[in-house]
Each structure stands twice: as structure tokens, then as C-alpha cells.
């Protein structure tokens, strides 16, 4: 049974950073693709971030040069770091395994002086 489960959310002011971090369990984690999404009040939840298998990267226009994601093969753990974020990055952040079509529960970062 797949179980994605994030953490590290919270408030944090305008320019500043945090970093957010899933935990996966019950599939062969370092063979699958990882992503991190977000939906913010009243929109559409949309993608921030992929890590493939070999740790090659894929960003939103968006948070590109802001936002790093990485992954830990031997923890089954993905990250993401968020720093320069603005008041537009406040949203439910999920973590996601594509080909089994799971997500995490979701983390709420808001950013706010």
C-alpha cells in the first residue's frame, strides 16, 4: 500500500525560507519518478516539481531558481526546499508517485508578514 506522507509546512514571512519533506513507503521508491504539487484557495492544484530516477530536475516557471527538490534513496524521503518564497507560494503542498497515481495528504505553507 503506497503511503505518502509530507511535513515542514508552515507560516513564513514574505523572503524567507522553508523546507518541506515527504516520507514514502510501500512501493520501490528509488525506481520511481517524484513530484511535488501545490493548490492554493480556489485554484486548480498544480505541479512545482519533478525528480527522476537519476536525480534530473524539472521545475515550474514559477518557483525555477527559488525551489530545489531532491530526494534521499536510502530515506525514501523527497524535498523541497523553499526559500525567496512570496505570498503566491501559500498553498497545500502534496508530494506524488505518478505511476502509482498516489498522493500525500498535503502540508500547508503559508507566507505572510
Known amino acids: 500500500q503506497v503511503q505518502l506522507v509530507e511535513s515542514g509546512g508552515g507560516l513564513v514571512q514574505p523572503g524567507g525560507s522553508l523546507r518541506l519533506s515527504c516520507t514514502a513507503s510501500g512501493f520501490t521508491f528509488s525506481i520511481n519518478v517524484m513530484r511535488w504539487y501545490r493548490q492554493a484557495p480556489g485554484k486548480e492544484r498544480e505541479f512545482v516539481a519533478s525528480?527522476?530516477?537519476?536525480?534530473?530536475?524539472n521545475y515550474a516557471d514559477s518557483v525555477k531558481d527559488r525551489f530545489t527538490i531532491s530526494r534521499d534513496n536510502v530515506k525514501n524521503m523527497v524535498y523541497l526546499q523553499m526559500n525567496s518564497v512570496k505570498p503566491e507560494d501559500t498553498a497545500v503542498y502534496f508530494c506524488?508517485?505518478?505511476?502509482?497515481?498516489?498522493w500525500g495528504q498535503g502540508t500547508q505553507v503559508t507566507v505572510s508578514s
Open positions: 506524488s508517485v505518478p505511476s502509482r497515481n498516489s
Open positions: 525528480i527522476g530516477i537519476t536525480g534530473g530536475t
